[in-house]
Nanobody, 118 residues
Framework: QVQLVESGGGLVQAGESLRLSCTCS????????MAWYRQPPGKQRELVGT????????YAESVKDRFAISRDVATKNVVFLQMSSLKPEDTAMYYC???????????WGLGTLVTVFP
């Protein structure tokens, strides 16, 4: 089994930065691509970006030039979401997801809340 725990959320002012972490425990050697999603208040969950085992990243257009996803080089068990130039519309619960390799199984964390005030 795989457990994902997000951390690093909080209350920040617009224009500031924040770094979220997602730590994998359990059978982390079975996971491949990892992703960050977010769910703004009253809205659907949306993809923020993904990172492959090889470190390839993809981002939603809305965050492309402001957010960066990276993965711990040594263990690959921690994924980071560096968020810069935060805007009030970035306010959301942020979730980490991991895909099990060669499987349709997905693992999700419980989320960490980011609130950006003007």
């Amino acid at each position: 089994q795989v457990q994902l725990v997000e951390s690093g959320g909080g209350l920040v002012q617009a224009g500031e930065s924040l770094r979220l972490s997602c730590t994998c425990s359990g059978s982390c050697d079975t996971i491949g691509e990892m992703a960050w999603y977010r769910q703004p208040p009253g809205k659907q969950r949306e993809l923020v970006g993904t990172i492959s085992n090889a470190g390839r990243t993809n981002y939603a257009e809305s965050v492309k030039d402001r957010f960066a996803i990276s993965r711990d080089v040594a263990t690959k068990n921690v994924v980071f979401l560096q968020m810069s130039s935060l805007k009030p519309e970035d306010t959301a619960m942020y979730y980490c997801k991991a895909d099990k390799r060669r499987s349709l199984t997905e693992y999700w964390g419980l989320g960490t809340l980011v609130t950006v005030f003007p």
